[in-house]
């Protein structure tokens, strides 16, 4: 029951060259910041085409994980395979006790953001072939890690909440009329990015000011907030109400333009130049209150 | 144990639209989910809502397409009762801040869609899922209605009479996927069941990696009946290696498929002389499927579809999306080259035999959404129709079970007066539990043996709490069995196996004996079930426990399907028998039902309703 050495079932090993190929792979686990082997080809796989993926591993509950290292995985390399598939490879093949969040596998439900070679990204929608290897899996930073690479997202969601991110308006048309409220294309069009946002998280993780103030709003949030303060549906004192909300101590004022989000977003959404235009809406709002 | 008056299990579409109703109709009510809500796969839906919302267009005519797009095997109150919800409910989607896409004069966009015959698909660009989702999310945060996410739902907890419609729904049992605990919810008034499709019964899917019929198999071994299960909807375009899929839009605007030797296939093999690409989903797979069969497929496997002749400025105009599909999930650069598509499984059109209510034949449960067989759909589904199915529905299901008053159904559920039973297909394998006459204390269903034989001590739990507190027991017993053991067989290698078998043989062609093989094999997965084991020892976040359980369900689904697929001898709808090349309106103007029936599966059906509140819908030549 130990997970520290998976070992693939026995019983395939002889009939499945692709299987084959991998078995010697599973190297012992080398902890984090040890020596890295630079080679990616298994000298055991007949046609060179494994990938070596490195993957973070902790579980608080089994003794061999309490203490966080790396296991390395060698992966047979199919076409288009992205950095989920190497994973759910390695899980289905090697260890059943490799652990993360996905579901859609098409960058929509937003469960696999990781930390892959350094970077945020979606795994789902990472292809194998553009990264260097070995590649490093790591459960997104600066968020407590409950397991392998399942990170607690309570407090992401805390801050999504906090906003208020839901639609507000009092007075639609009677829902018999079948009458809808007016919106202009334009103002669609404004706030068609920020709806894009799939709560993955990796914004967050990026991001310093959240790192070093737990308080902070962070990208994501604010992004939800500029959805709906730029959506013309909702009536002008709601607005006012949205800019208070984003203009406190831990609001947009925290946001130093690294561009740090908008770098990882990966769903495009300019989440920098969001926040930025909800700074100039606050001093035009309190311009208009003096 | 935790207690609500109504409990929503599963958070996409259906599921946040009941919660959000039987909250309105009074009742305090949670939802459980294996998922956090905006990871529910109603995020993924691209096309958009049918709804007959502007003058010129009616729901009569809605209710028409819809029918007639069935394959007449939709029952015609719920048809009806679907177009005449849609235009209130999609408006009310507005009314919440729904970012739909717009005309100029500020209204919603509505276009034309296959099989319809009026342009009434609402929708917000191609990810008109993806805000569904969220705005219904959005007005669950607002209501403050409490969700357990990451909350895995294992079973219901049922009284235990002999025939399922005496028995009542009191709750669910569920575990805590961060924590491992394992927790019984008792649900006063209600649970319903909203868990999604069982996409991955099979090995190629457009349906995320959760949609595993968590929900149909616990209906199913509780007793409700599974309806019309051998109707799965197989889409022409997805991405070989992921199965994402590749919209429709794409032939839409002039994309070509190609086989291996660069012929045109839908037309140099005649497959569909007028409309070409553009036939309907189920003609252009079967196209495709038989270029790959007859050797003409691109590495025996898939097809090409090409549109870098539209060229690049009307490819970035209206198929963007598309680029970075194929970009992200195939590693294919659109614009220079075609991209590789394949059949994929896409929607299952059955599901859990529920009234137009949502009501099942056990009281106090329902089920909502794709999980649910009202039927609305028939032999299959139009596009657009999915979206205004959860939102009907899941909002009529959460209002009735909060005790708001609908009327009576005119739909009949469970075993009665109606059905017939008789059937002359001869099954290759026993179906169902694989426990029966053993005694070897492992039960049918990999558990200790208390849980299959939960009906044997023949006593009335007629006291809810007691009948949840047994619930959650057995299944801290199956727990504890799974993991106690250190040596067998591990739920990936039958749940690969179970899906390769499900696309060989029960996928858009189906023989007679390639459905029976599948029954055999699915049977073989049944049998090493009995073995599984659980090789994780956490009990903090333990997917391999969670998927396990899921697999388990997967086989019981699958089992469902193949069973339908054999026995319904016609061609229907997306359901296609080499052996029986015609709809047999005679014979099969019937659901197929199959249900539980303590592990030993019973086969009966029961005959659709074509007559309407005002009109019968008279079974024509299905042609577009």
Redesign the interface.
């Given at each position: 029951?130990s997970?520290q050495q998976p070992e693939p079932?026995s019983q395939e090993a002889p009939t499945d060259p692709e299987f084959q190929g991998a078995e010697s792979s599973v190297d012992e686990a080398e902890r984090s910041g040890g020596d890295i082997d630079q080679t990616a080809a298994d000298p055991t796989d007949l046609e060179g085409e494994t990938v070596l993926i490195k993957v973070f591993r902790y579980?608080?509950?089994?003794e061999a994980k309490q203490e966080p290292r790396f296991d390395d995985f060698h992966v047979p390399f199919?076409?288009?395979?992205?950095a989920l598939?190497a994973v759910i490879y390695a899980?289905?093949?090697y260890?059943?006790?490799l652990?993360?969040?996905?579901?859609?596998?098409?960058?929509?439900?937003?469960?696999d953001a990781f930390f892959i070679n350094g970077k945020q990204r979606l795994a789902?929608?990472t292809?194998i072939?553009e990264l260097e290897q070995p590649i490093r899996i790591e459960p997104l930073p600066h968020q407590e890690v409950?397991?392998?690479l399942?990170v607690d997202?309570d407090h992401f969601?805390d801050q999504m909440?906090a906003v208020?991110?839901?639609?507000q308006?009092e007075e639609?048309?009677a829902?018999?009329d079948?009458?809808?409220?007016?919106?202009?294309?334009e103002n669609?069009e404004k706030?068609?990015m920020s709806?894009?946002c799939?709560?993955c998280g990796a914004c967050m993780s990026s991001c310093n000011i959240a790192a070093g103030d737990n308080e902070y709003l962070g990208p994501a949030a604010i992004n939800k907030a500029y959805r709906?303060a730029m959506?013309d549906?909702?009536p002008e004192e709601i607005k006012e109400h949205r800019l208070r909300i984003v203009e406190q101590e831990h609001g947009v004022w925290r946001c130093q333009t690294q561009f740090s989000c908008t770098e990882v977003c990966p769903k495009d959404i300019p989440l920098t130049e969001h926040i930025q235009e909800l700074k100039r809406e606050a001093v035009k709002k309190n311009l208009k209150f003096w | 144990m935790y207690e609500h008056d109504v409990i929503v299990v599963g958070a996409g579409g259906a599921g946040l639209r009941a919660a959000i109703a039987a909250h309105e109709a009074g009742a305090d009510t949670a939802i459980v989910s294996k998922?956090?809500p905006?990871?529910?796969?109603t995020?993924?839906a691209e096309g958009g809502i049918n709804a007959a919302?502007q003058e010129g267009d009616d729901w009569e005519l809605h209710a028409y397409d819809t029918m007639k797009g069935s394959d007449y095997l939709g029952d015609a109150p719920a048809v009806e009762t679907l177009a005449q919800d849609a235009?209130?409910d999609t408006?009310?989607l507005?009314?919440?801040?729904m970012?739909?896409?717009?005309?100029?004069?500020?209204?919603?966009s509505q276009r034309p869609f296959g099989g319809l015959s009026y342009p009434r698909t609402t929708y917000a660009?191609a990810?008109t899922?993806?805000?569904l989702l969220?705005?219904m999310y959005?007005?669950v945060?607002?209501r403050g209605i409490q969700v357990y996410d990451e909350w895995y739902v294992m079973n219901l907890a049922t009284s235990d009479e002999p025939n399922p419609k005496d028995r009542e729904c009191h709750g669910v049992v569920a575990y805590d996927v961060?924590s491992g605990q394992i927790e019984g919810f008792k649900a006063n008034q209600g649970v319903i069941l909203a868990t999604g499709g069982p996409g991955q019964a099979f090995d190629h899917t457009t349906n995320?990696?959760?949609c595993t019929g968590d929900g149909h198999a616990i209906a199913y071994r509780a007793g409700v009946p599974l309806e019309d299960m051998e109707f799965i909807q197989f889409h022409p375009t997805s991405?070989?290696?992921?199965?994402?899929?590749i919209s429709e839009g794409v032939r839409g605007e002039g994309g070509i498929l190609y086989n291996e030797d660069g012929e045109r296939f839908m037309f140099e093999h005649g497959y569909a002389n007028n409309a070409g690409e553009l036939a309907s989903r189920d003609v252009v797979s079967r196209a495709e499927l038989t270029e790959v069969n007859e050797g003409r497929g691109v590495n025996d496997e898939y097809v090409h579809l090409d549109m870098r002749h539209l060229g690049e400025e009307r490819i970035l105009d209206r198929l963007e999306n598309i680029l970075h599909?194929a970009e992200?999930?195939?590693?294919?650069d659109g614009l220079v080259e075609p991209m590789p598509v394949k059949p994929g499984q896409h929607y299952a059109m059955g599901g859990i035999e529920t009234d137009e209510n949502g009501q099942t034949c056990i009281s106090g449960l329902y089920a909502a959404g794709e999980c649910a067989c009202v039927s609305v759909h028939g032999g299959n589904r139009l596009g657009g129709n999915a979206l205004p199915e959860l939102i009907v529905f899941g909002k009529r299901a959460g209002r009735h079970a909060a005790g708001d008053d609908l009327g009576e159904p005119q739909i009949k559920t469970g075993y009665g007066n109606d059905v017939e039973d008789e059937t002359d297909v001869e099954l290759p394998v026993t179906p169902g539990s694989a426990g029966i006459g053993t005694d070897d204390g492992v039960a049918a269903d990999g558990g200790p043996r208390s849980a299959s034989d939960a009906r044997s001590d023949g006593g009335i739990a007629t006291d809810a709490a007691g009948a949840i507190e047994r619930a959650v027991e057995r299944e801290r017993e199956r727990v504890d069995r799974l993991m106690d053991r250190?040596t067998g067989i591990?739920?990936?290698?039958i749940r690969?196996k179970l899906q390769t078998a499900m696309t060989d043989y029960v996928n858009v062609f189906r023989t007679e004996e390639g459905v029976k093989k599948a029954l055999r094999i699915i049977r073989e997965c049944r049998e090493e079930y009995q073995d599984v084991y659980?090789?994780?020892?956490?009990?903090?976040?333990?997917?391999?426990l969670q998927q396990t359980y899921e697999t388990r369900n997967l086989i019981d689904v699958a089992e469902t399907i193949a069973l339908g697929a054999l026995v319904r001898t016609e061609f229907r709808g997306a359901h296609w028998r080499a052996e029986h090349q015609e709809r047999k309106d005679e014979e099969w103007l019937k659901h197929t039902l199959i249900s539980w029936n303590g592990g030993k599966p019973d086969i009966f059906y029961r005959p659709v309703i074509l007559e309407g509140d005002e009109k019968t819908y008279e079974p024509k030549v299905r042609s577009y």
């Open positions: 029951m997970t079932e579980d608080p509950e089994v199919t076409k288009g395979m992205t598939d899980r289905d093949q260890d059943s006790s652990t993360f969040r996905h579901s859609c596998r098409q960058a929509v439900c937003g469960s789902c929608k292809q072939a409950v397991k392998d399942v997202m969601y909440h208020e991110p839901y639609f308006n639609t048309p829902i018999e079948l009458e809808e409220q007016r919106q202009s294309r669609r706030i068609k709806t894009r799939i709560w709906f959506d549906r909702e | 998922l956090h905006v990871r529910s796969h995020g993924a919302l235009p209130e408006m009310r507005e009314h919440w801040g970012p739909f896409s717009r005309e100029e004069d500020g209204r919603v660009g990810e899922g993806h805000h969220h705005v959005e007005q945060v607002k961060q995320a990696v959760s991405l070989p290696s992921t199965g994402v899929l599909l992200d999930f195939e590693g294919v250190d591990q739920h990936a290698e690969q659980v090789d994780d020892p956490s009990r903090t976040f333990n997917t391999d």
